[in-house]
């Protein structure tokens, strides 16, 4: 009630001073003008009170808005108007007069707030016992003035000046400030007094200093000597962390395995039994799975009071390697890893084997070793080129009868105690097990369905697979499964960004075919099959037609191959060089069991190529392999053109438009009983009485 009386007393005298008053508006001249100017400050809870008025204008020209929006008001007198809003909330807010005939605005700036409430997010933190940071945020909208202190020797003495950054406020409290940062203390007490327009406000806090402290990281960190499976670090702590801390550090210890971890992954390391309070620390870091690895360690501290995560300190870290050792095992490898192609009286085999993981090599220079027995000759010994595959050797000039393989895996410590073996049975055995057909049908998701024309009397098959290449050589990585006797087909997924090629051996006892690779191999992208099993067939030929036949050595679902396209052009002198006055021409089979068709309309005497593409249900598939070559019969050439008899008995005339094979002479046939005959020319001349009828015949 007070209040508002206050205010119509100020109102009052200042209608009174209305010419005077409302000629500027925030010092501008604008005849607009709002009372009270400024910045105004309501205490929460009083109402809001707003004079606008224009010398020049009616109070029906005024209205007040807020957010581009009109807001009631009412009308003091004809030239002013009053907004009067009672139970603002709290805030800061902008109102503006506007005159609707000049569209002249004036604005008020409302600050709508109470004394400082009580700071809710008071928090400090130290850095290594050099600085102590203590932030909080303004609890309310009103600038607000600060005094920070600390109590130093039994008196509050002001130990920083607040800083702000937008709503959040700090004060920093260093070793060199006045009075200087008390790194030894214990507890810390704190005061501050705060006001604003509204009033005051005053807060105690209580400070547990060294549960606070954030250290600099742990220095001087250095192996002191490493083994294959562990190693000696050591490392010295900061020494405000010795000097000040009572109760000293916990130490907290990861590391990460090259290659191996995710680069966001760290394993845990056990450090509860390292003391507290050590200026220089060493630890054994054992249990390291792999020996000739990289490893990347990292160290933390946290002063023994702290238990919040904030509070652990940035890591020192050291990479280093573990000693080596000779590898622990040979290479895996299955009956029937081997390629083989026979000749009269010697074989050439490609012997594979499942590489090691590279954090099983131990150490350097890795390779394998392997060792073949061959009948009654002498013993080879050969070692896997690094430079060209670590997953194969190759047997030259192999015996055709039986070959034992050993493998070992060696690096420059040694090679694994155990070998692996393989029997390769003697070539007459392989040839008897291999599987006739081996097809794959690969899909978009990296799914991969195999199937095969089973063997009677078999043990078991082994699947092969490795990365594709032109060669069908497995340089890379090579894997197998084992899958039993009455399957024959076989279903599997891997990461579908490369492309795979896949191999089967039948085994019987120890006897097995070795590998057969896919022979039908129908994958989800644009590359053209290579060794795709189809032939292509052509009849005898007409003039001007063929039959093109194909056949193909797969067992394929029904329903993947939906057609097949036949494109044939015309090349130049039985060349391959294609006749590029022709377009090309194709035919279209819709029908996935008809495996012939006769083409029409060719021209005689004509050499063409013919190429079969398969429409699947990938889309047309190219067969690098699928060509066959045609040269049509010959036909009538068509007559003469532009035939010419001058009067001094020269005959002349052009070739035929269409020859249709090879023109050899050319008939003049005088007065249709004499008959003369050239070699083939465009313009020949005889000396002849002309009579009543020249007959000509090429």
Known sequence: MKFSLLFW?????????????FSRCLGVDLSLSVHPEGMIS????????ILCSDDRYTADNLQFENGGEPIPSIKVNTTTRRLSMENHKKGVFTYYCRN???????????VVDSAPLDVTDFACKSQNLDVINCTWSNPGFSATN???????????????????????RYCTWNTSGQPRYRQHEKEFFFYITFCNVFGCNEQNFTINHFAIVKPDPPKNLKVLGNGTHSVILQWSIPNNMFDFLPNGVDHKIEYQIAKIDKTSYFRKVDTSGLPAKNGTYKFQLSDLPYAHMQYEVRIYIRPKEADKDEFWSDFTYLVFYTASERPQRPPDTVVGAFEQSSFVTTRRIYVYWKQLEEYEE???NFTYKVVTHQGTENTKRLLADNKKSLSYIVLDNASLGAINVEIWSINDKGSSFNKSHLYIPPNIDTLALRVPSFTKLGYENGTHKLSWVSINTVDNYTVFWCQHNTAKICSGRINFTVLEANKTNHVIDLP??????????????SKTSGMVWTTCDISKDDIPMYRFPVELHHGIPGKSFVTIAWDMACTLQEGIITGYNITYWPVINTSNVCDTSFTNSSVYVSDPKQMEINITDLNPNTTYVFALTLNTTYGLKVIENALTEITTTEDTPTGPRNVNIAKDEAIS?????????????SDVI????????????SVLRRSFKIEEHIRMNV
């Open 9 to 21: 007393c100020i109102t009052i005298q200042w209608l009174i001073a209305i010419p005077r008053v």
């Open 42 to 49: 309501v205490p929460y809870g009083q109402p809001l009170e």
């Open 100 to 110: 609707t005939v000049t569209n002249k605005v004036c604005a008020s700036r409302v």
């Open 146 to 168: 600060y005094t920070f202190s600390s109590l130093v020797s039994d008196n509050y003495e002001d130990i920083c000046t607040t800083e702000r950054s937008g709503r959040a």
């Open 362 to 364: 131990a150490g350097a």
């Open 496 to 509: 579908r960004e490369n492309r795979y090629q896949f191999a089967i051996s039948a085994n019987v006892g």
């Open 653 to 665: 005339w052009d070739s035929p438009l269409k020859k249709n094979g090879i023109i050899r002479k």
């Open 670 to 681: 005088y007065n249709y009983t004499e008959e003369y005959s050239f070699n083939n020319g």
